[in-house]
Structure formats: structure tokens, C-alpha cells
């Protein structure tokens, strides 16, 4: 089955720990892309990437990073200067065609809990 | 890219058509209309696309006006797990918007039995 994944569904780390949130797709898409959701709220970007070894701040990339060594897998860390970083992170990716009419195709998700 | 405006929450109940409508008066004439749908927990899924008129697929139908300021969401005779978050969006077809959709806060839909 063709599909994209995000491990693990739930982490708990303690302040201050970096802490790597896992995205991997066999879509065969150029493009993916890393959102943040707090509760009651709509998406907002954090990163995205066009292609492999590139990848662009999106609205609130501030205390993250992420890298695109692999076409199928776009790995984000929290690290320990994202000051509120407990949210539900999504992984989205895409056809590259740079079209407003891409679909995005969206993982399950992981709920990060910072104690 | 062009704001959406849409209801913050609907509520109906089980076997009813519901209509959500989305205004986007600063539409461009290159914009395309997009819905996804997101329940509880999960990642938003694609629903449906138009650009004018009206589309339809198996799940939802779209209704675009002539002037396209707005759009209706159409869910016909909606069950219990319908209930969900339906997002909005516009976004050129051409022209490169990558990574720069626009996700608002989106139309909580609860069904009631």
C-alpha cells in the first residue's frame, strides 16, 4: 500500500531534550512538508522541501530543523530552543509541480508532549 | 495567497444535507478551490476541487458561483462520521505556492444522532 507514515504516534521527552519526529512516504512525491497543530487551531507550516538536499523555512521554523537526504523521508527535530513545543505534528507530502492545486497527502500524525 | 473566511462550527444531525460555505472575496482568476476534511487525531484528507460551477464525486459536491467570491461544501445526508473538521483553501494553479497553502482554523462539523 502506498502511503506516508510518522513514527512514533506519541512521545513524551523531558524540557530541553531535542527529540527527532520520524516521516517517511512511498508516494514517489518530490515534495514534503512538516505542520504544527496546537488544539483548536489550523495548520501552520514549519518546513517544507521541493527536492532531496533542499528545503525551505515555512511560518514558524524558529527551535526547528529538518534534513532531506532520502526522497522518502523528511525527519524533523525539535530541538531545545522551540520554547512551546508540545503539538500534534503532521508530515504532508506532494507531487512538486508547484501548483496550488497539489493535493497533499497527510500522515497519521505524532503528539509531542514536552514535561 | 487569498484568506478564507468559514463558520467556526456547525452542528446537524444524522441524515440531514449539510452546507458549509467558504467566502473568498480576493479570489484570483488563476485560484482553484480546495476542501479537506480532518477528524479527530488524524491528518487532513483531500475531499474535493473546483474551479467554477459545480463539482460533484462520490463524497461531497462544490458549488462555485459565477463570481466565485464563495463556495458551498455539500454533504449529503450526513452520519455520525462525518463529524470533522473541514478546512478551505485557495490556491493558484499556476505559478508555484509550494509549501504555502493555507490551513485556517477551519468549520468543525458535529453530527448528532
Known amino acids: 500500500d502506498g502511503g506516508i507514515t510518522q513514527s512514533p504516534k506519541y512521545l513524551f521527552r523531558k524540557e530541553g531534550q531535542n527529540v527527532t519526529l520520524s516521516c517517511e512516504q512511498n508516494?514517489?512525491?518530490?515534495?514534503m512538508y512538516w505542520y504544527r497543530q496546537d488544539p483548536g487551531q489550523g495548520l501552520r507550516l514549519i518546513y517544507y522541501?521541493?527536492?532531496?538536499?533542499?528545503?525551505q523555512k515555512g511560518d514558524i521554523a524558529e527551535g526547528y530543523s529538518v534534513s532531506r537526504e532520502k526522497k522518502e523521508s523528511f525527519p524533523l527535530t525539535v530541538t531545545s530552543a522551540q520554547k512551546n513545543p508540545t503539538a500534534f505534528y503532521l508530515c504532508?507530502?506532494?507531487?512538486?509541480?508547484?501548483?496550488?492545486?497539489?493535493?497533499?497527502?497527510f500522515g497519521p500524525g505524532t503528539r509531542l508532549t514536552v514535561l | 495567497l487569498a484568506k478564507t473566511t468559514q463558520p467556526i462550527s456547525m452542528d446537524s444531525y444524522e441524515g440531514q444535507e449539510v452546507n458549509i460555505t467558504c467566502s473568498h472575496n480576493?479570489?484570483?482568476?488563476?485560484?482553484?478551490i480546495t476542501w479537506y476534511q480532518q477528524f479527530p487525531s488524524q491528518g487532513p484528507r483531500f475531499i474535493i476541487q473546483?474551479?467554477?460551477t459545480k463539482v460533484t464525486n462520490e463524497v461531497a459536491s462544490l458549488f462555485i458561483p459565477a463570481d466565485r467570491k464563495s463556495s458551498t461544501l455539500s454533504l449529503p445526508r450526513v452520519s455520525l462520521s462525518d463529524t470533522a473538521v473541514y478546512y478551505c483553501?485557495?490556491?493558484?494553479?499556476?505559478?508555484?505556492?509550494?509549501?504555502?497553502?493555507?490551513f485556517g482554523r477551519g468549520t468543525q462539523l458535529t453530527v448528532w444522532p
Open positions: 504532508a507530502s506532494s507531487f512538486a509541480t508547484g501548483q496550488g492545486t497539489d493535493t497533499q497527502y
Open positions: 508516494l514517489n512525491h518530490d515534495a
Open positions: 522541501s521541493q527536492i532531496v538536499n533542499d528545503f
Open positions: 480576493n479570489i484570483a482568476t488563476n485560484d482553484y
Open positions: 473546483g474551479y467554477k
Open positions: 483553501l485557495v490556491a493558484p494553479h499556476r505559478g508555484s505556492t509550494l509549501g504555502r497553502l493555507y
